[in-house]
């Protein structure tokens, strides 16, 4: 299993993966997106997104989600999805990373702590209760110093070995590339190595 950064022939994979998870995202861009595979089959098993909040009151960045396909539940998918997106946010300099959840059992494993809503910045704070609205009121912020998070060592044992709880799903056994991902169009092309001359 691997994590990478989204590509754009995963934009069409991606917005299907996000409707069918009843999941909100009015500021799709593919480029914000990394994705777990597995290293065999090139199978997707999660995905998962920052957003870097740019407002007059200052700038901060979100974990807005991570989702784990249900064969693949369990086995550390998600915690590598978080690493990934801590680290390229760490990566563009912001210190902290804030998230905001119904359920913080599932990030005070990797150092997440919740955070008291009077002591929260004023745009993490509107960002808060425009969650709230959204999603209810038992919604909460917490927030890790990027350097401070950290994948338990179980979470990364799974992920090594990771492995679906079903059958790949019609297209995804072996790997994903076509030819039209690299602009051939396989009813024009007579040979293997086709040029176009």
Request: proline content about 6%; overall charge negative; some cysteine.
């Amino acid at each position: 299993m691997y994590v990478r950064d989204a590509k754009n022939r995963d934009e069409v994979w991606l917005l299907d993966r996000i409707e069918e998870a009843d999941i909100d995202d009015p500021a799709f861009r593919s480029r914000d997106y990394v994705i777990a595979l597995d290293e065999e089959t090139s199978r997707k098993a999660g995905f998962g997104r920052i957003r870097v909040h740019k407002t007059d009151g200052g700038e901060f960045c979100e974990l807005a989600f991570v989702y784990t396909l249900p064969p693949w539940r369990q086995q550390g998918v998600g915690a590598h999805v978080m690493e990934r997106l801590v680290a390229e946010a760490s990566d563009e300099g912001y210190e902290t990373v804030y998230t905001f959840t119904r359920q913080p059992a599932y990030f005070t494993p990797f150092g997440f702590e919740p955070q008291e809503t009077s002591g929260l910045p004023e745009p993490v704070a509107a960002r808060l209760a425009e969650v709230r609205g959204e999603r209810g009121d038992d919604v909460i912020a917490m927030a890790v110093r990027a350097e401070g998070f950290d994948v338990p060592g179980e979470f990364r044992d799974r992920f090594k070995e990771a492995q679906p709880a079903d059958q790949p799903e019609d297209g995804e056994v072996g790997v994903e590339e076509t030819a039209e991902d690299f602009g051939i169009d396989p009813s024009e092309a007579t040979y293997k190595y086709d040029t176009g001359n």
